[in-house]
């Protein structure tokens, strides 16, 4: 394309459609859009989104050929997001300078090709309405004064929204920011994550928002830091202190270094002020069982939520939903803090609430739980849910892979659903543990393959001997124990009827089916001892001559 003149592009009389516009890792060149702007200028006056990412040849000229396909002989384009992640950007706060982009809102030089002092230049492009939200992820900041240049304008800058994440911040780095939020920077989002930040940064940021009566910002995102115990109590100040109002909705505080004091103090703000999302997850300390007793108490207490413990227990429904206060969309985030959940992170564990209870037992919506549902939409009384054949036949599918023996009555009473399964999920491994760790009687297991790829989809049908087993199955399940190679997944009995002519016929044919494949799995367990045996056999017998032939070894004679 470098030596393309645009002879056959043909002319167009009305400008594009085109709005968004989005050339990701295309690998092009700036003399492309050059001609392009000589053929085509103002086509593309409509255009509000432009997204350059991943192109390494580009430079900031080919934002000139753009302007001329936007703008045509007009002063300014109106662009509103510009992304250049990736790209050589040294030259943009020029290009900004000259005021072809006024409507521009959006910046995202995300680990672009820009040096420290240029990114300071870039402050004249956050002044009174100037770009928004700039996302300088990657850009490694830290020694240099190129925050303190482009927060410079204090109250009087447009920035609402800034992403420094993996700038290899430190603490003096974050002051550029502390100062020129207390200088009023109107910034309602400020991501951290993946710094250098400790204690001492955290201490000097929550001291320039407390000076001020309130402020605009709402979401911090400080994980991936080296924060401990003593900044999350300094984080606490920002709500509890009386001369100032927060307006933080959403802390995320995870994959730092912070205790279970700390913890625990952060997750009593939640219900208590504005704060309605906190991550914790993930910290480096880790918790023990009472620990996590303490902190998900702590978290009830916030939610309204009433514990009746008996004991070591806690009594099942002794609560009411918790109050309207909490909000529609509270988020506690709890999850990989080391210590057990316990009885009572079973019982808390929502969407709502976050835990490790989740990784043990799927609390998901099961196959039983859908054909009752289903049943009562039909409007039926009985338990059972009440299906044709064909009704059935497009829940189990129809396929060669499917039982036989689900078309019995007799056997559906006795019969498991799984799903999620692990990929790696076997016949023996899925019949070992049923039996072995369940204490179930086992008669046939039958894995469902996708029918292109030929592979585990997850699912399978389990036939059990009696009812006894299927309960030992749910307790299993229902005791967190359902794991394959490290994968939980569901275990679901159902209750169905099929209730036609058609169902007689299919049973008949049902019980032959099942008739065979018992044949054919006894013929091929016996061929696999047979195997086992012969294999054995020749194993002795060559140990045999070795021990008779010393001077024999490994096929060899020395």
């Not at 039983?368 to 289903?374: D, E, I, K, P, S």
């Not at 299906?387 to 019995?408: F, Q």
């Amino acid at each position: 394309m470098d030596d393309w003149k645009g002879e056959d592009v043909p002319a167009i009389g009305t400008p594009s459609l085109i709005s968004s516009l989005s050339l990701v890792n295309c690998k092009l060149k700036s003399t492309l859009f050059n001609t392009l702007a000589i053929k085509l200028p103002g086509t593309l006056s409509n255009m509000r989104s432009l997204n350059l990412n991943t192109n390494p040849d580009l430079t900031v000229d080919v934002l000139t050929a753009f302007h001329t396909l936007m703008a045509g002989d007009s002063v300014t384009n109106n662009l509103e997001r510009l992304s250049m992640g990736l790209d050589d950007t040294n030259e943009l706060p020029a290009f900004l300078d000259k005021g072809y982009m006024p409507k521009l809102q959006y910046l995202n030089l995300r680990k672009a090709k820009m040096s420290t002092s240029m990114v300071g230049q870039l402050g004249n492009s956050v002044k009174q309405d100037g770009v928004a939200t700039m996302v300088l992820d990657g850009l490694k900041l830290s020694g240099s004064d190129a925050l303190a240049s482009l927060l410079e304008g204090g109250s009087g800058g447009s920035l609402t929204a800034l992403s420094l994440g993996g700038c290899s911040l430190d603490d003096k780095d974050l002051g550029a920011v502390s100062c020129a939020v207390k200088l009023g920077l109107p910034l309602h989002m400020l991501k951290l994550s993946a710094n250098r930040i400790t204690d001492v940064g955290i201490e000097g940021l929550v001291a320039a928002l407390t000076s001020l009566e309130t402020h605009p910002l709402a979401l911090i995102d400080l994980s991936i830091n080296r924060i401990s115990n003593i900044g999350a109590k300094h984080l606490c100040r920002l709500f509890i202190t009386e001369k100032h109002k927060s307006n933080i909705h959403a802390l995320n505080v995870s994959n730092n270094n912070i205790g279970h004091e700390g913890v625990h103090s952060l997750v009593k703000l939640v219900g208590q002020t504005k704060l309605n999302i906190i991550h914790v997850n993930n910290q480096e300390t880790s918790f023990d069982e009472d620990d996590m007793v303490t902190i998900l108490k702590e978290v009830c207490k916030s939610f309204g939520l009433a514990v009746e413990e008996n004991g070591e227990e806690i009594r099942e429904g002794c609560s009411d939903l918790p109050e309207d206060s909490i909000g529609l969309f509270t988020l506690v985030n709890l999850n990989n803090l080391g210590g057990y959940t316990g009885t009572l992170g079973k019982l808390i564990d929502c969407i709502a609430i976050s835990t490790d209870y989740k990784r043990k037992q799927l609390p998901h919506l099961s196959f039983g739980h859908a054909l009752q549902l289903m049943g009562t939409l039909k409007g039926y009384d009985s338990p059972e849910c009440l299906l044709s054949t064909e009704e059935w036949g497009m829940i189990t599918g129809t396929d060669g892979n499917v039982p036989s023996w689900l078309k019995v009555p007799t056997h559906r009473d006795t019969a498991l659903y799984l799903s999620q399964l692990s990929a790696s999920a076997t016949v023996p491994k899925m019949e070992g543990m049923l039996e072995m760790e369940a204490d179930c009687e086992v008669q046939e297991i039958c894995l469902m393959k996708d029918p292109v790829l030929q592979k585990n989809n997850g699912l399978a049908w389990v036939l059990l001997s009696n009812s006894t087993s299927v309960e030992r199955a749910l307790q299993f399940f229902n005791a967190g124990e359902a794991q394959v190679f490290g994968q939980s997944f569901m275990v679901s009995s159902f209750r169905v009827k099929i209730d036609d002519q058609k169902n007689t016929t299919a049973e008949d044919h049902a019980r032959e089916d099942m008739d065979r494949r018992l044949q054919e799995r006894r013929m091929a367990e016996a061929e696999h001892r047979a195997l086992i045996r012969d294999s054995a056999e020749a194993s002795w017998a060559r140990h045999a001559y070795l021990l008779a032939h010393p001077a024999y070894a490994d096929g060899r004679v020395w």
